[in-house]
């Protein structure tokens, strides 16, 4: 089987398979290891970055800053934290007085302290409400929140995307292609199709049980003259389908009464000789003449 005899629900059901496998290894990474190396930066340093205002060419300090969602991790240690991640880019002031574009990451506990104080505002203080805090003192500051990793959108971008890709844009590629002349014509489907000798739908009931088929008065009025039809074809090559009136009714013959006397001997074979006839024989008897003993050779 080459892949032009492959049906579209075959490539529905691969583009399943891949999207669950894409679904659960995706799920299975943290935020910090899908955003691959980066330089690790303190929250006190992020949050000087993001309150001093433009350059004078007009750029932010911080951008691209993208605040993940809130999940709960296992340490080292066996304890289990709630975290918020956080990534983005931010200018790096170099010794010749350029400033260079560098990634950075970094990850804040919930409920999260703000530099300066001692306790968080509440149990479920996230670092994203602490942002948005910043943005009434400092409008330019930009984030995006990072709902493509939450469970469902994982689910509906990976597999999705997947069923959609392998499902429904390949096989019409690999059509255009065979179309082409980029690949095997397609093998011409069998003429003789059995499914032609199926029953009708009007032969069934709506449960799929077979229906017997009522018979009309007009079913009656055509047998009835066909009958007719065929008795005057039949008068006129002078048989009759029905005996006449005046027909006498057969009677069964009588069984003759077989009589006789004693059987009576074959012609030409006498009283005596049938007499002096012996039956003599090992398995069956053998009629044989009869003669005297003194005449039977001794051994």
């Known amino acids: 089987m080459g892949i032009e005899d492959f049906k579209r629900w075959h490539w529905i059901a691969i583009g399943l398979f891949v999207g669950v496998v894409l679904t659960y290894t995706r799920l299975q990474l943290t935020p910090d290891e899908a955003a691959g190396a980066r330089a690790g930066k303190s929250v006190p340093e992020i949050v000087g970055l993001l309150m001093t205002p433009k350059t004078d060419k007009g750029y932010t300090l911080v951008y691209d ?22 990534s983005g880019m ?28 001692r306790t968080p505002p509440s149990e479920t203080y996230t670092f994203r409400q602490y942002v948005d805090e910043l943005r009434t003192k400092n409008p330019d500051i930009r984030y995006s929140y990072a709902w493509w990793t939450l469970p469902p959108a994982v689910a509906g971008l990976s597999g999705g995307g997947s069923l959609l890709l392998i499902g ?26 059995l499914d032609r000798f199926g029953k009708s739908a009007e032969d069934d009931d709506s449960l799929g049980r077979p229906t017997g088929k009522l018979v009309t008065q007009a079913d009656h009025d055509k047998l009835t003259a066909l009958q007719e039809s065929l008795e005057r074809n039949l008068a006129a ?26 059987l009576e001997l074959a012609a030409g074979v006498s009283a005596a000789e049938q007499a002096a006839r012996e039956f003599k024989g090992e398995f069956y008897p053998v009629a044989r003449p009869a003669g005297h003993k003194d005449d039977e050779p001794t051994p």
């Open 168 to 193: 429904g844009v390949w096989p019409m590629v690999v059509n255009l292609m065979i179309g082409a002349g980029f690949g095997r014509p397609k093998k011409a489907a069998s003429e003789y199709d």
């Open 90 to 117: 931010y200018w790096e002031k170099q010794p010749s007085g350029k400033a260079l574009p560098k990634p950075f990451q970094l990850t804040t506990e919930v409920p999260f302290k703000p530099p300066g104080t």
């Open 65 to 86: 800053l993208a605040i993940y969602p809130v999940q709960s991790v296992v340490d080292v240690q066996g304890v289990t934290r709630r975290t918020s991640f956080v």
């Open 237 to 262: 090559s002078g048989v009759t389908e029905t005996p006449a009136a005046d027909t006498p009714v057969s009677r069964p013959a009588t069984v003759r009464k077989l009589e006789g006397g004693p």
